[in-house]
Nanobody, 124 residues
Framework: QVQLVESGGGLVQAGGSLRLSCAAS????????MAWFRQAPGKEREFVAS??????NTANSVKDRFTISRDNAGNTMWLQMNNLIPDDTAVYYC???????????????????WGQGTQVTVSS
């Protein structure tokens, strides 16, 4: 089992930036894909970005503004969010998929470890 802890959320004005972090511990050797999802009030959880050895996938809605990265050890992941807009307001979750054949998945059902989430609020 992998434990995930997100940090870096907060309140920011439209046009501002935030950098989210996800620290992983436990059975990190099984972390094939790490990803960020987000969930706004009254909406379904949606894919934001994912990263795995040799690949990155970013949702079209954030592709020009958000950048996902991961340290060499693979235990820490970041999401740099620039030019934030009010529609980015949501709880952001870090997730891990331990199955190698699920590399690049954008479906929350494929991820078996989740953090508690960090709130991002963008004011207009």
């Amino acid at each position: 089992q992998v434990q995930l802890v997100e940090s870096g959320g907060g309140l920011v004005q439209a046009g501002g930036s935030l950098r989210l972090s996800c620290a992983a511990s436990g059975r990190v050797s099984n972390m094939w894909t790490m990803a960020w999802f987000r969930q706004a009030p009254g909406k379904e959880r949606e894919f934001v970005a994912s990263i795995w050895s040799g690949g990155i996938n970013t949702a079209n809605s954030v592709k020009d503004r958000f950048t996902i990265s991961r340290d060499n050890a693979g235990n820490t992941m970041w999401l740099q969010m620039n030019n934030l807009i009010p529609d980015d307001t949501a709880v952001y979750y870090c997730a891990v998929a331990s199955a190698s054949w699920l590399r690049g998945s954008v479906h929350s059902r494929d991820f078996d470890s989740w953090g508690q989430g960090t709130q991002v609020t963008v004011s207009s």
